[in-house]
């Protein structure tokens, strides 16, 4: 058996083995605990509370382990750090998708919730954007998110698909279709594929005139993706048309 008899201080309530590796793991469990009682995030609540659950029971083995151990048990336990790891991994990527959607429904009293939290990825997803950027890393952090929006589309797509409201789901597919077009259009033109990008706008004017017959012209998701796309119904539109018609 091996005593741990080090000079280092753990943090409150921490393990102090491997603390460089679990610290963050648990004090991000802490940070997500409170999003459980965000109604708007019910779709991701299952994946928290399975972090939180293996996180804390993965703290009480580490402090156990902090007064007596074997070697083999701190191999184990490290392992158990680095699947806890993946895990937050994904966990964060599901709810970012579920703070963009969060953020294109206007909710804003969670939001204000979310800056709040202590870990600092969520707080930082959830606040306004304000940082000034150059062009290049404009149009970059443009298509990080509106890949964001696609996924947060395509999950409340799925979440209304057995809704009776017809409407609603026409509604959102032909928003989610808008979204989808000006990235395959923005995809096509880096190709240099003129014509393709071209009929690209086609389908982004398509989909448009749907949307606005489905959602209705003050619907707060046509109004927000009419801002969107009217950038590519017009000037993208005509600067390709003079190559493709």
């Known amino acids: 058996m091996i005593a ?18 679990g610290d963050e793991l648990y004090e991000v469990a802490e940070g997500y605990t409170p999003l459980l009682k965000i109604e708007s995030l019910e779709q991701v609540h299952v994946h928290i ?9 993965l703290k009480e083995t580490g402090l156990a382990l902090d007064k007596v151990s074997t070697a083999e048990s701190y191999k184990l336990y490290l392992a158990d ?12 990527s599901r709810v970012l998708v579920a703070i963009e959607e969060l953020k294109m429904r206007q909710i804003e009293v969670d939001l204000v919730t979310l800056r709040e939290n202590p870990y600092a990825l969520l707080s930082e997803a959830a606040a306004p954007e304000v940082v000034e950027l150059n062009a290049s890393e404009e149009a970059e952090m443009s298509a990080m998110n509106m890949q964001a929006s696609l996924q947060a589309l395509k999950v409340q797509l799925i979440e209304v698909r057995d809704d009776e409201n017809t409407t609603l789901i026409e509604c959102i597919n032909d928003i989610t279709a808008i979204n989808y077009w000006i990235l395959e259009v923005d995809r096509l033109r880096d190709e240099g594929e003129w014509c393709h990008a071209y009929k690209g706008t086609s389908q982004i004017v398509d989909f448009e005139r749907s949307a606005r017959k489905a959602c209705g012209s003050e619907h707060p ?25």
């Open 4 to 21: 741990l008899t080090t000079a280092v201080i753990a943090k409150d309530g921490y393990p102090l083995l491997y603390g460089s590796v």
């Open 221 to 245: 998701l046509f109004e927000q993706w009419t801002e969107h796309s009217e950038h590519y119904r017009t000037m993208v539109r005509k600067e390709l048309a003079q190559t493709c018609e």
């Open 49 to 57: 509370e399975d972090y939180v659950r293996q996180a804390e029971s």
């Open 81 to 92: 750090l680095r699947k806890l790891s993946q895990q937050k991994k994904e966990l964060d």
